[in-house]
């Protein structure tokens, strides 16, 4: 039987970053539009905790009894070490992703905002059949679009809309460059696993384009944000102050860069999941202040 602390793990603390940086970078769209609210910020970030730690199990669970995770190397994996029975691990799956559904249907209703009922329900059967059901759609490369599109343009926007009831072309920026920094995340965590994934005919996108097209991907991702960080400069100057987050990126880019493999790229999870982060705080304070 698993024990706390690898349950713990085994939700992939590491990962919350790409929760917690959209409705930041989120916030501060809002507040550009004079439209901030605190607690409908608290119920967005809530949502998206719920929502990452129900992919993560629900990952847990999907690639640990289809044998994906037998060989597999990085954090814990409760079904595929042997910690957790199968079961349990769905249950915490489901359970997670029912109290993002609950929660954001608690916030629909608080603020009649019910486009978001479909964004919220895209995202769930999004986080499940990323790696769950009978035809995975992570498992034939379009698990990057789905977390650009869920960890960033929705994540980004629907925090934002749930606040102002419109959008703004600061937030769709703000949008764009998380996304980027999230799926960048996606890419070097498929960079890594090419070689467990082909051999457990898991075909990601980082398995189509190999190694070098891949790591070429990553750092093209992460060249994004700053590219947005300068068009938001011209409206609001403050927001320069995300290239400070830059300099977190540069032990990854030279993993990726001197061909780094296996638990080697560990720290580009980890270094990219902080720099979007950093990303998000210093935009969305520019973003307040201007």
Request: proline share 4%; glycine share 12%.
């Amino acid at each position: 039987m698993a024990t706390v602390s690898e349950w713990i793990e085994g939700a992939r603390p590491r990962t919350l970053p790409n929760a917690v940086a959209p409705v930041v970078a989120g916030v501060g769209a809002a507040a550009a539009l004079d439209a901030f609210s605190w607690w409908r910020s608290l119920l967005a970030l809530f949502v998206a905790l719920a929502l990452i730690i129900g992919v993560n199990y629900a990952n847990d669970y999907s690639d640990g009894v289809r044998g994906t995770d037998d060989n597999r190397v990085g954090p814990l994996r409760l079904v595929g070490s042997g910690k957790a029975k199968p079961k349990a691990v769905l249950a915490a799956a489901l359970g997670s992703l029912a109290l993002s559904g609950v929660l954001g249907l608690l916030t629909v209703v608080l603020t009649g905002r019910w486009l978001l009922l479909v964004i919220g329900g895209a995202s769930i059967l999004g986080a499940w059949f990323y790696t769950g059901g009978k035809k995975p759609y992570g498992y034939y490369g379009f698990g990057e679009i789905a977390v650009f599109v869920f960890f960033g343009l929705a994540g980004v926007l629907g925090t934002v809309y749930v606040q102002a009831g419109r959008l703004s072309w600061a937030a769709l920026a703000c949008a764009v460059a998380v996304g980027s920094f999230s799926t960048g995340v996606l890419v070097a965590n498929n960079l890594r696993d090419i070689p467990t994934d082909i051999e457990a005919g898991k075909r990601t996108l980082a398995t189509r384009l190999g190694d070098q097209g891949t790591r070429r991907l990553y750092l093209a991702l992460v060249a994004v944000p700053y590219v947005m960080t300068i068009a938001l400069w011209f409206s609001y100057p403050v927001t320069l102050l995300a290239l400070l987050s830059a300099p977190l990126l540069i032990k990854s880019v030279q993993a990726i860069r001197s061909d780094a493999q296996g638990r080697a790229l560990i720290p580009a999870l980890r270094d990219t999941g902080f720099a979007m982060l950093a990303w998000a705080i210093l935009t969305s304070v520019g973003l307040f202040v201007g």
